[in-house]
């Protein structure tokens, strides 16, 4: 018998290459994903070395940050000469790009999942931090560097040394109105911004595996946000029905030689990790952020928080200055503050469960005449989805805008960045200053709150809603 | 690279907390194809305070920053690492950082070392007194130094392999081909392929 080994020790064996030096061990990457904002150096650093891309194949680029999500044709010049870019890099080095306005663009992280091209026990690598979304396959992703990028093109493989474990143990059952984005804030405020640096995650228990895929990715998304290498849940019956219909699965007899390999990747009982964490799930709530880390967040049921209660210097320092930037005063309801935008989308929370939470809320209601509110799906797959459901008409009868697909208002990196001193409730994942716009104010919600939040002006539940 | 050993600089002191790469550098400055040319984005809303540390005549040159926990958390984006090094900044103690940033800070010759919360705090009140306060950080022996003491660090031995010979990372690992190509060999035949190499 072999020692009992943790889901990540698994993966971590199966692609670890020993190094013929007296280095650390390097990781074979099993996909790169690749995207316009974070590669243009990296091909530019190969270029100069005279070196090649090593697996094309096992590459697959998309164009999502920079990119309109309003028109078919870009316009602004610094967007046009970043997809022009990449296009170039990708014909070079014949890769396979789904470009903006390519039915199957959107964004990097929505787009690969769906494909099917994200399988359980795979290692997946991507220029940016939310990779850890692909971790809801029972793959080891994660977000790296420019440099990093550059030597995946070049090596396929990353020298890493291996990453310290973390269970978080989800234990009872979520209540209904629950949902993934609100089991992940109440473990950040829990666990804090920081409470999960240098580890990689094994969400856990039985709440974990009623989840969806979709919510699974929300889950596995928002790890970075505890400082998490990556977070990941074992593949059970949930990923193999969600994979068994998607384009580019294993088919045939490869099926079933993938599944069966796929059926031994969980956690040996007895397995060990570094830390555990337990959080019991029965009596969470709907929760919302108040300052400007994804972990100062409260159920929003409760008050601004007051900065003179924490007990750590560091902590309280913060929260002063995020109430300052926030322009909240503590024991203020968070049911009473006043919200003028809302943006649904991001690789947080833009699949088709997404749009579809937000459009049983908005379904014969209309928007507070002060809210403006962005619909902007994951990617043009969702978008097509959610068009064959009629969820647009929805979301169009209420007086919210049905956009194309890109990360949006998620980063203020593109068009749809924020003006002046706003406030928004938004379904991505960072609520840093300036994140949205140089003074916007974000709040961060799952789908449902923020649906309701447009309907009532205010931050709100669908239940508050009469 | 240039071989890197040590560097002596003015500490300038950031008292803050989970100081995310969002602030380090927004993404509208992150819009280039370059990877210089980006110390007109550093801190850039932060300086438009006029007491921001960085705007103090009194540290003008200051090359080492000194901040708190959790520092360069969030975003990937490399140019966070190569804004601070374009301002002048060559290396950056903090109790904690961010993993990526750090992964990134080594590769592009930024120090970015990790010291005991007391000697940051240290390190702090000893710059907000002296704006000319000095600080070495020397990785040969892996130890910070100033007037009156010292604080040996860790770091990742390749990364700092690589900084002391001035090695390329990526010729490096391309030393081991024969071992990467020995195990792609022996990948399942199923694992999902993109582009031209895909049948159908
Ligand atoms: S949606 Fe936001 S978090 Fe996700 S990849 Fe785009 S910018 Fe990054």
Known sequence: ?466 | MEPLTDHTGRVLPLRRSDVDTDQIIPSRFCRRLTKTGYADGLFARWREADDFVLNDPARAGGSVLVAGPNFATGSSREHAVWALRDWGIAAVLAPSFGDIFRRNALKNGLLAVQLPDAVVSGLLDAADRDPGFLVTVDLVACEVRWDGGRQAFEVDPRARRLLLDGQDDIAVTLADGDRIAAYERGRPHWLPVFGAARAG
């Open chain 1, 1 to 466: 018998m072999s020692e009992p080994r943790t889901l990540v020790e698994k993966i971590w064996d199966a692609h670890r290459i020993p190094s013929g030096s007296d280095g650390p061990d390097l990781l074979y990457v099993d996909a790169h994903l690749v995207h316009e904002a974070t590669s243009a150096q990296a091909f530019d650093g190969l270029r100069l070395a005279g070196r090649k891309v090593r697996r094309p194949d096992l590459t697959l680029a998309v164009e999502d940050h920079n990119v309109p999500t309003d028109s078919l044709s870009i316009t602004d010049p610094i967007s046009v000469e970043q997809v022009a870019r990449l296009r170039g890099n990708c014909a070079e080095h014949g890769i396979e790009l789904f470009p903006h306005g390519d039915a199957r663009q959107g964004i990097v992280h929505v787009v690969g999942p769906e494909l099917g091209a994200i399988q359980p026990g795979m290692t997946v690598v991507c220029g940016d931090s939310h990779t850890s979304t692909h971790g809801a396959f029972g793959a080891l992703a994660f977000g790296v560097g420019t440099s990093d990028v550059e030597h995946v093109l070049a090596t396929q493989t990353l020298p890493m040394p291996r990453p310290r474990t973390m269970a978080v143990e989800f234990t009872g059952t979520l209540p209904p109105d629950v949902t993934a984005k609100d089991l992940m804030l109440a473990l950040l405020a829990e666990i804090g911004a920081n409470g999960a640096r240098g580890h990689v995650l094994e969400y856990r228990g039985a709440a974990i595996r009623g989840l969806s895929m979709e919510s699974r990715m929300t889950l596995c998304n928002l790890s970075i946000e505890a400082g998490a290498r990556a977070g990941m849940v074992a593949p059970d019956e949930v990923t193999f029905e969600y994979l068994a219909t998607r384009p580019r699965r294993p088919a045939g007899t490869d099926w079933d030689e993938a599944l069966a390999h796929w059926s031994t990747l969980h956690t040996d009982p007895g397995a060990v990790f570094d830390r555990t964490v337990t959080l019991e799930v029965g009596a969470l709530s709907p929760v919302v952020t108040w300052g400007t880390n994804p972990g100062q967040a409260v159920p929003l049921s409760q008050a601004v928080p007051d900065p003179a209660r924490f007990t750590d210097a560091a902590e309280r320092a913060a929260a002063r200055r995020a109430l300052e930037y926030m322009a909240l005063e503590p024991g203020t309801r968070m049911r009473d503050i006043e919200v003028d935008t809302v943006f649904l989308g991001s690789c947080t929370n833009g699949r088709i469960e997404d749009l579809r939470a937000a459009a049983a809320v908005l379904r014969g209601r209309v928007l507070a005449p002060s809210v403006r509110m962005l619909v902007v799906p994951g990617s043009m797959q969702v978008r097509d989805q959610a068009e064959r459901e009629g969820l647009h008409e929805v979301f169009r009868a209420a007086g919210a805008e049905w956009r194309l697909s890109g990360c949006s208002m998620c980063l203020g990196m593109n068009a749809d960045r924020l003006s002046g001193p706003r406030r928004c409730a938004s379904t991505s994942n960072r609520n840093y200053e300036g994140r949205q716009g140089d003074t916007a104010r974000t709040h961060l919600v799952s789908p449902a709150v923020a649906a309701a939040t447009a309907v009532a002006g205010r931050l709100a539940a669908p239940a508050d809603l009469s």
